[in-house]
């Protein structure tokens, strides 16, 4: 069973930083993809960063420039800045896994994402 921690939300300032983290562990797999999403009240969740098995990144418009995303091994982290307060939502990581040769997918519990104009 794979489970997903999330870390580092919270409140900040408008031109803050933040770095959100999420680490999978508990099974034996391989990552074929993972991403970070976000969803604010009364929106649909969107796709914000994702990044491949063979390191190929993307980024969301409403966020190039300011957010990245990175991967060691089985963590995967948002490094966001320059936030604005239209930044603000629940944040979920998300991974598709290899595991016994099926392709299974997992999403972090979310973490709160405010920033104060």
């Known amino acids: 069973q794979v489970q997903l921690v999330e870390s580092g939300g919270g409140l900040v300032q408008a031109g803050g930083s933040l770095r959100l983290s999420c680490a999978a562990s508990?099974?034996?797999?391989?990552?074929?993809?993972t991403g970070w999403y976000r969803q604010a009240p009364g929106k649909q969740r969107e796709l914000v960063a994702g990044?491949?098995?063979?390191?190929i990144s993307n980024i969301a418009l409403p966020v190039q420039g300011r957010f990245t995303i990175s991967r060691v091994k089985t963590t995967v982290y948002l490094q966001m800045n320059s936030l604005k307060p239209e930044d603000t939502a629940v944040y979920y990581c998300?991974?598709?896994?290899?595991?016994?040769?099926?392709?299974?997918?997992?999403w972090g519990q979310g973490t709160q994402v405010t920033v104060s104009s």
């Open positions: 998300n991974f598709i896994l290899i595991e016994h040769y099926r392709r299974n997918e997992y």
């Open positions: 990044i491949s098995a063979n390191g």
């Open positions: 508990g099974s034996t797999f391989s990552v074929d993809f």
